[in-house]
């Protein structure tokens, strides 16, 4: 993985649900270097069951030290998708890197998920992804043309077709691997443009508000979202023209960069069982 010794000062990211959780932490990694970032999520009303907002994420970003531009978007609705794009360029002048990190879940077997949960699912984590990433690619090709080395980060999984990962749930699993499949076929599709797309999964069940209310999840055995800002960072500060088609495991590619001490990410300070996420073979 080539490093180009940058930082993300002056870069514009669009994030997908940045309202919270990964795609917020990622966005206050970015913001410590002075990055501009579009929060193009769902939520603009406080939920006591589901804490941030647009709104209240544009504070921690610019508190961090960033520009936000919160852009009430459903990922789902090309409508959306396109005017939020617009209202990205015409604020900070072009868009630099796209992480797709929204994404639906329901761990449910076949009996158990009605279609209006397959379909949203299928909505937000391909079509979403999908949808996110062909509007925000004439501006990234540009920003290539320009040196700015552009990325696309999907949060997903890499692919592993064994059964024991579809069985106990396999909409969510065919939904997840989309967004994957979306990774393998631009990386190549998008090479010769100079734009990097790779895929970013964490080893361990990572504790956002999101996991809290799946019952029985052990929060106290999970790791925190700064692990995925952390890895997300240096694959965003690497050469896009060389890094790409990758399906990047969190842990593995800190300690390809000297990181092996992972203790200030324990949600428990000591922790050694942490709850394996899922797609890790």
Not at 9 to 16: P, Q
Not at 200 to 213: E, G, N, S, V, Y
Request: net charge neutral; charged share 15%; hydrophobic share 45%.
């Amino acid at each position: 993985m080539s490093q180009n010794n940058q930082t993300l000062a002056g870069k514009t990211l669009f994030i997908t649900g940045a309202s919270r959780g990964i795609g917020l932490a990622i966005a206050k990694r970015a913001a410590a270097d002075g990055a501009r970032i579009v929060i193009a999520a769902k939520t603009t009303e406080a939920n006591p069951k589901l804490p941030g907002t647009i709104h209240s994420a544009a504070a921690e970003i610019e508190a961090a030290g960033g520009q936000a531009l919160p852009v009430q978007t459903d990922i789902r609705d090309e409508a959306s998708v396109l005017a939020a794009v617009e209202q990205a360029v015409a604020r900070f002048g072009g868009i630099d890197i796209l992480i797709n990190n929204a994404s639906a879940i329901s761990l449910t077997p076949t009996t158990a998920t009605p279609m209006k949960r397959f379909d949203l699912m299928f909505g937000v984590n391909v079509r979403g992804t999908y949808l996110v990433t062909q509007a925000c690619l004439p501006h990234l090709a540009k920003a290539a043309q320009a040196g700015r080395n552009p990325h696309v980060l999907n949060m997903s999984p890499p692919l592993s077709m064994r059964e024991r990962w579809f069985s106990p749930h396999v909409a969510y699993t065919m939904a997840k691997y989309g967004m994957s499949e979306c990774t393998l076929g631009h990386a190549g599709e998008f090479r010769p443009l100079g734009v990097g797309v790779n895929s970013l999964w964490p080893r361990t069940a990572i504790a956002t508000a999101a996991l809290q209310m799946i019952p029985g999840a052990d929060i106290a055995r999970c790791r925190t979202p700064e692990i995925l800002a952390d890895a997300a960072y240096l694959v965003l500060t690497s050469d896009a023209r060389q890094t790409t088609g990758n399906f990047f495991i969190d842990d593995e590619l800190l300690a390809r960069h000297g990181v092996t001490d992972l203790e200030k990410y324990s949600v428990t300070p000591g922790t050694t069982e942490f709850v394996p996420d899922f797609f890790v073979d």
